[in-house]
T-cell receptor, first 114, second 113 residues
Framework: DGGITQSPKYLFRKEGQNVTLSCEQN?????MYWYRQDPGQGLRLIYY???????QKGDIAEGYSVSREKKESFPLTVTSAQKNPTAFYLC?????????????FGSGTRLTVV | QKEVEQNSGPLSVPEGAIASLNCTYS??????FFWYRQYSGKSPELIMF????GDKEDGRFTAQLNKASQYVSLLIRDSQPSDSATYLC?????????????FGAGTRLAVHP
């Protein structure tokens, strides 16, 4: 079955630590996205990528970094510069081209600072 | 004005009733519209998309689009307690390029027995 897999499901970060969230898809989608969701809030775009080796900042990129070395993978690193990282992180993928395509979301990673 | 606006709710409806969820958007050039359902603690799942004026039906769900008035609605007929979730409206930027959906903050629906 095609899908998008995020891991881990839960992640705990100590102050000053970098952590990396994994996102892998086998849908052959060109575009991938990272969103952050805080309790009771909507989705805020962190980074997005349309093709391998290219990515763009979203609305709240500060304190985060990404890479896109393979079409299937788009890992997100939450750096120590992100002062309030506790949130639900969602990875998504979609086709690209003319028109608009809905996203397929992964199951999410819940990050907590301890 | 936000690009995509939704009433946060909660919208409370009795089981068996019609739930009506609304979304307004700011850019007249928007062409396609998506509705996602998100259960508490879970990720969003796509339930409907619409790109033409009028209605689109899929089972108990009907999406209604009115481009002149810049709103899109989701109707849920015969609401069930299992429909209790947050419903997110999403709109792509109209100028093409990246398929970067803009999400509303969502409307929380509560269906009570």
């Amino acid at each position: 079955d095609g899908g998008i897999t995020q891991s881990p499901k839960y992640l705990f970060r100590k102050e000053g630590q970098n952590v990396t969230l994994s996102c892998e898809q086998n849908l052959n989608h060109d575009a991938m996205y990272w969103y952050r969701q805080d309790p009771g809030q909507g989705l805020r775009l962190i980074y997005y990528s349309q093709i391998v080796n290219d990515f763009q900042k979203g609305d709240i990129a500060e304190g985060y970094s990404v890479s896109r070395e393979k079409k299937e993978s788009f890992p997100l690193t939450v750096t120590s510069a992100q002062k309030n990282p506790t949130a639900f992180y969602l990875c998504a993928s979609s086709s690209t081209g003319q028109g608009a395509y809905g996203y397929t979301f992964g199951s999410g990673t819940r990050l907590t600072v301890v | 004005q936000k690009e995509v606006e939704q009433n946060s709710g909660p919208l409370s409806v009795p089981e068996g009733a019609i739930a009506s969820l609304n979304c307004t958007y700011s850019d007249r050039g928007s062409q396609s519209f998506f509705w996602y359902r998100q259960y508490s603690g879970k990720s969003p799942e796509l339930i409907m998309f619409i790109y033409s004026n009028g209605d689109k039906e899929d089972g108990r769900f009907t999406a209604q689009l009115n481009k002149a008035s810049q709103y899109v609605s989701l109707l849920i007929r015969d609401s069930q307690p299992s429909d209790s979730a947050t419903y997110l409206c999403a709109v792509p930027p109209p100028k093409g390029g990246y398929n970067k959906l803009i999400f509303g903050a969502g409307t929380r629906l509560a269906v009570h027995p």
